[in-house]
């Protein structure tokens, strides 16, 4: 796994357990304070045996403090915490075998690669003759059985980041934690080490957890994730499910540019509607409750252009406005539209031979009303 090499990670060094017991973790009811202040407030949440999962949300929302109750640092909290058939709530960190890669990495800076990956198991009384045979096999694991003389300064960011992941590995724990892990890495480099930690996590099949404010990371990485804010699970699933059907405003806004109208629905005659700001009125299903509510669609199911009249096709809300700003993203170029007051964000495709409206350009647009959600207020 040379830094500069192709992403692929290398085949399972030969004698390495690849195939480790996958473990649930159940919690139930967890609360843990600081002083006065309630940081985790009754999260309940089962983690499946080998899935990668991800803890996201922005700061101060709890998922590091989650991370670490798992693992047995800090305050004991209310509630149960559970590894397989075990209740570890009480339990100190040492004995719970769970493994944590923290965000600084943590290495011994006087100490070789091989006697970082080796502490552990020094720790633990493994016979030496094991220990030599281990710890090169944790090398050999994620690419780095060459530097094992070496000491952490004579290693790059991503190298460190792997020395850590194979001290954590080497002592065959029931679950990984990462704890953004990748956070100190450059943007390009955090690319490929992220790729190449699932492709691990998926070879060994253990149950993963990881920590992260990066939207991208939880997305490409997770099998399913949980959103927390103010110490409460926001919603749980998989992360196109989160993004196409959050469960409230926070995670539609958390997740992904997104545009929310304000606005109610009402009855009209035998139907419902929405009835929002900037004269936003289409039909939405008969089972939606009358009263406050946003509708909610993302800038990429908003479609630029064709004649005013086609806009109002059934099965489509129809717009006419005026371009504000458009910004040039690379792959796309989002506008901002002026529309009865609001401002709609669209995001087009950028093609070479389409030209980037320029601002005060009259535009019109339409939005298919199935893409639209109806979020309570």
């Known amino acids: 796994m040379n830094e500069h090499a192709s992403s692929t990670a290398p ?5 390495v357990r690849t195939g480790p017991r996958a473990e649930r973790l159940v919690i139930e009811g967890l609360r843990l304070s600081f002083g006065d202040n309630e940081v985790l407030k009754g999260v309940d949440l089962t983690i499946e045996p080998g899935e990668f999962f991800a803890f996201l949300g922005p700061s101060g929302s709890g998922k590091s403090t989650l991370l670490r109750a798992i693992a047995g640092f800090g305050p004991r909290p209310a509630g149960r915490i559970l590894i397989g058939e075990e209740e570890v709530t009480a339990k100190p960190p040492w004995l719970r075998n769970v493994g944590m890669v923290f965000q600084s990495y943590a290495l011994w800076p006087h100490m070789t690669v091989a006697k970082n990956v080796a502490f552990g198991l020094e720790e633990r009384g493994v016979p030496k003759s094991e220990i030599a045979v ?3 096999r944790a090398l050999e694991l994620v690419g780095l059985a ?18 850590a992941l194979a001290r954590t590995l080497v002592v065959e724990p029931r679950v990984l934690l990462l704890d953004e892990p990748l956070s100190n ?23 993963t957890i990881f920590v992260t404010h990066d939207q991208e990371e939880a997305n490409t990485t997770s099998d399913r994730m949980a959103v927390l804010e103010e110490g409460v699970i926001q919603q749980v ?11 409230n405003l926070f995670v539609a806004t958390f997740l992904g540019s997104a545009n929310l109208i304000e606005g109610e629905v009402i009855a009209d005659g035998g139907a419902r509607l929405f009835s929002g700001r900037g004269g936003f009125r289409f039909p939405v299903a008969d089972e939606e409750e009358e009263g406050r509510a946003h509708a909610l669609f993302r800038p990429q199911t908003v479609h630029l252009g064709g004649p005013p009249g086609s806009a109002e096709e ?12 458009a910004e040039f993203l690379g792959m796309l170029v989002r506008y901002g539209i002026e529309v009865g007051g609001l401002e709609l964000l669209v ?6 031979d389409r030209p980037i ?13 199935r893409r639209i959600r109806i979020l309570r207020a």
Request: no cysteine.
């Open 11 to 15: 085949p399972p060094a030969r004698g």
């Open 237 to 247: 699933g998989a992360p196109v499910e989160l993004y196409d059907r959050p469960a």
């Open 347 to 352: 995001d087009e495709p950028h093609e070479p």
């Open 185 to 207: 890495l450059d943007a390009n480099l955090r690319v490929q080490v992220r790729r190449e930690l699932k492709q691990l996590q998926r070879r060994l099949g253990i149950t």
């Open 134 to 136: 281990r710890v090169r």
């Open 357 to 369: 409206l320029p601002e005060g350009s009259e535009v019109t647009g339409r939005i298919a009303t």
């Open 314 to 325: 059934p099965g489509f809300f129809g717009f006419s406005g005026r371009v504000v700003r």
């Open 146 to 163: 060459e530097f094992a003389d070496r000491r952490p300064s004579q290693l790059s960011g991503g190298q460190q980041q792997r020395v």
